[in-house]
């Protein structure tokens, strides 16, 4: 790490900052009433339509910028998860558009990758984590709403998804950052949540 690096690691400080940001997000209610199996499934299907557009705008920045120093070491297709949304949506027969905090948010995306490329790190940092961590119980609460399993909550290509966390956070850890580059991921990750707490209570409210 260089001498203007900040003094905790990365991975610490995207978790313990974010916290609030993170808490907003857990608690928005459509996700409350999918752990309780009450949500309805036309909620839950706008859910992933509206995930759909900002994975897209993400993986599509991640391809663009698979030879960033930065961005480079989290060019991780087995972790895309647009293809597999695609596949869900089709699979549940939904065209609807999506909602408009997803389309907002791929818009964001697409504005850093041409701004501030590294950025994306925060964005895949916070769904991907989130994907291979709770999202695993969503996965199953999910199933029992829509009647199928769900492609998006499914890793094929992952053995051991507690083995991928630790490696993406010492994908992390390892890059070496100035402390405004690290201050700006950290906020640019609370972003993130945000962003998605937006598109999950538009699901909610229909």
């Given at each position: 790490?260089?001498?203007?690096?900040?003094?905790?690691?990365?991975?610490?400080?995207?978790?313990?900052?974010?916290?609030?940001?993170?808490?907003?997000?857990?608690?928005?209610?459509?996700f409350a009433a999918i752990f309780r199996?009450?949500?309805?499934?036309?909620?839950?299907?706008?859910?992933?339509?509206?995930?759909?557009?900002?994975?897209?705008?993400?993986?599509?920045?991640?391809?663009?910028?698979?030879?960033?120093?930065?961005?480079?070491?989290?060019?991780?297709?087995?972790?895309?998860?647009?293809?597999?949304?695609?596949?869900?949506?089709a699979d549940l027969k939904d065209t609807?558009?999506?909602?408009?905090?997803?389309?907002?948010?791929?818009?964001?995306?697409?504005?850093?990758?041409?701004?501030?490329?590294?950025?994306?790190?925060?964005?895949?940092?916070?769904?991907?984590?989130?994907?291979?961590?709770?999202?695993?119980?969503?996965?199953?609460?999910?199933?029992?709403?829509?009647?199928?399993?769900?492609?998006?909550?499914?890793?094929?290509?992952?053995k051991n998804p507690g083995a991928a966390?630790?490696?993406?956070?010492?994908?992390?850890?390892?890059?070496?950052?100035?402390?405004?580059?690290?201050?700006?991921?950290?906020?640019?990750?609370?972003?993130?949540?945000?962003?998605?707490?937006?598109?999950?209570?538009?699901?909610?409210?229909?």
């Amino acid at each position: 790490m260089s001498e203007n690096s900040a003094p905790s690691a990365l991975s610490i400080r995207l978790r313990e900052e974010t916290t609030d940001a993170h808490t907003r997000a857990e608690r928005a209610p459509l996700f409350a009433a999918i752990f309780r199996e009450t949500c309805p499934a036309p909620a839950m299907v706008s859910l992933l339509r509206g995930l759909q557009p900002a994975y897209k705008a993400m993986e599509a920045a991640l391809e663009g910028h698979s030879e960033h120093p930065l961005v480079g070491a989290f060019h991780r297709p087995e972790l895309y998860r647009s293809a597999a949304l695609k596949a869900d949506l089709a699979d549940l027969k939904d065209t609807s558009e999506p909602v408009p905090g997803g389309v907002t948010y791929a818009k964001h995306i697409q504005e850093i990758s041409e701004r501030e490329p590294f950025l994306l790190i925060a964005h895949a940092y916070t769904r991907y984590l989130g994907d291979l961590s709770g999202g695993q119980m969503l996965g199953k609460k999910a199933h029992a709403i829509v009647g199928q399993d769900l492609a998006f909550y499914a890793f094929p290509d992952i053995k051991n998804p507690g083995a991928a966390k630790t490696a993406f956070r010492k994908r992390l850890d390892d890059m070496d950052l100035t402390s405004e580059q690290a201050n700006a991921l950290v906020a640019e990750a609370s972003v993130a949540f945000d962003f998605n707490t937006a598109i999950a209570s538009e699901a909610w409210a229909g």
